[in-house]
């Protein structure tokens, strides 16, 4: 089993919908929480990070971490076509060495 | 003005040959990465070093090998290459944002199919 479970998808939503990215980790010592975007043929690039629990909002992105079921979401309000890519968990624990998820590909329709 | 570069973006070649990627960052930092993502997005840590010491390697054949002539470089020669080394590979460097976290820039992969 994988320290952190992402679903594939891939997920394909009409524009403006209200997407949910979500991951599960089983390592309790994580504690920073990552989403990074990758546009096709491109790097990741870090969208944003939360630290423990609790919700983080920036514009449109939501990140949300609930610890006590190891659980996390990104959630992109009013999606739009650029918000097309595959989106990455990360965590990081003790070391700053950071534990991917294997990415949800997410299309939104135009 | 590229953060993090590689080069080449796409690589083809025949299963035995030897290979080199390379990878430079204009961004001072200390700690530069690679990582392999295979077809299904997942990014696996290879490398990492800091300040050109090598401070992480995984589980990796020791057909690769990577090398930092000074901090801003990190070059990844792979020799004997197998079926199974197609994919594509990431270069990054890192930022510290706490003694536990930090921020990746990764540059735009190398796109490796080997034949």
């Known amino acids: 089993q994988k320290e952190v479970e992402q679903d594939p998808g891939p997920l394909s939503v009409p524009e403006g919908a209200i997407v949910s990215l979500n991951c599960t980790y089983s390592n309790s010592a994580f504690q920073y929480f990552m989403w990074y975007r990758q546009y096709s043929r491109k790097g990741p690039e870090l969208l944003m990070y939360?630290?423990?629990?609790g919700n983080k909002e920036d514009g449109r992105f939501t990140a949300q971490v609930d610890k006590s079921s190891k659980y996390i979401s990104l959630f992109i309000r009013d999606s739009q076509p650029s918000d097309s890519a595959t989106y990455l968990c990360a965590m990081t624990g003790s070391a700053r060495q950071l534990t991917f998820g294997s990415g949800t590909q997410l299309t939104v329709l135009p | 003005d590229t953060a993090v570069s590689q080069t080449p973006k796409y690589l083809v070649t025949q299963m035995g040959n030897d290979k080199s990627i390379k990878c430079e960052q204009n961004?001072?930092?200390?700690?530069m990465y690679w990582y392999k993502q295979d077809s299904k997005k997942f990014l696996k840590i290879m490398f990492s070093?800091?300040?050109?010491?090598?401070?992480i390697n995984e589980t990796v054949p020791n057909r690769f090998s990577p090398k930092s002539p000074d901090k801003a470089h990190l070059n990844l020669h792979i020799n004997s290459l197998e079926l199974g080394d197609s994919a594509v590979y990431f270069c990054?460097?890192?930022?510290?944002?706490?003694?536990?976290?930090?921020?990746?820039?990764f540059g735009s992969g190398t796109q490796l199919s080997v034949l």
């Open positions: 990054a460097s890192s930022q510290v944002l706490s003694t536990t976290n930090e921020k990746l820039f």
């Open positions: 961004l001072g930092h200390d700690t």
């Open positions: 939360t630290y423990s629990s």
């Open positions: 070093y800091n300040n050109k010491e090598l401070i």
